[in-house]
T-cell receptor, first 114, second 108 residues
């Protein structure tokens, strides 16, 4: 399977704990995006990378959220001191800038904060 | 700033045609994407418009008018499997802004 993969698929954690999610993009894609989606809403942009550079981070994102893409391949999204409001589906997508940035999404990580 | 508007829900009969409208206000607009999302699954790419006009891909067509900030997705010969949420997304300087999605319900 050469699509976007995410791990884990589901995560249940207690409030105050830290969680980390991983995304492996399509191998030749140079752009990688993180989104958050809640029920009945469209994906909400969090941040994106071009190769290893983080180009933009949403102003809605608190300092508890951080993302890395150290070698320009896989990426991690960490949420520190989780809150119940962080419960959502976290989606990763990748694209090739030269192909009109058409995004291909991974299956997502569903986070539940108790 | 960016703002995307699309209807919340539409219902249509199997075999019929449905048109989902989307209006956007996007600075630095680069293009308009449509995605399909089934419940509990990730969005999948349907179509992309950067120039004015109609793009046809099988049963799905998408239209764009840049001057009006308007797009629509046309679903023809509706099938039960087309019941899903359809997301409109504007592309601007590498970023995507998604609408809340239009839930299409196909009835027998």
């Amino acid at each position: 399977d050469t699509g976007v993969s995410q791990d884990p698929r589901h995560k249940i954690t207690k409030r105050g704990q830290n969680v980390t999610f991983r995304c492996d993009p399509i191998s030749e894609h140079n752009r990688l995006y993180w989104y958050r989606q809640t029920l009945g809403q469209g994906p909400e942009f969090l941040t994106y990378f071009q190769n290893e550079a983080q180009l933009e981070k949403s102003r809605l994102l608190s300092d508890r959220f951080s993302a890395e893409r150290p070698k320009g391949s896989f990426s991690t999204l960490e949420i520190q001191r989780t809150e119940q409001g962080d419960s959502a589906m976290y989606l990763c997508a990748s694209s090739l800038e030269q192909s009109a940035d058409t995004q291909y999404f991974g299956p997502g990580t569903r986070l539940t904060v108790l | 700033g960016q703002n995307i508007d699309q209807p919340t829900e539409m219902t249509a009969t199997e075999g019929a045609i449905v048109q989902i409208n989307c209006t956007y206000q996007t600075s630095g607009f680069n293009g308009l994407f449509w995605y399909q999302q089934h419940a509990g699954e990730a969005p999948t790419f349907l179509s992309y418009n950067v120039l004015d006009g109609l793009e046809e891909k099988g049963r799905f067509s998408s239209f764009l008018s840049r001057s009006k900030g308007y797009s629509y997705l046309l679903l023809k010969e509706l099938q039960m499997k087309d019941s899903a949420s359809y997301l409109c997304a504007s592309h601007s300087w590498g970023k995507f802004q998604f609408g809340a999605g239009t839930q299409v319900v196909v009835t027998p």
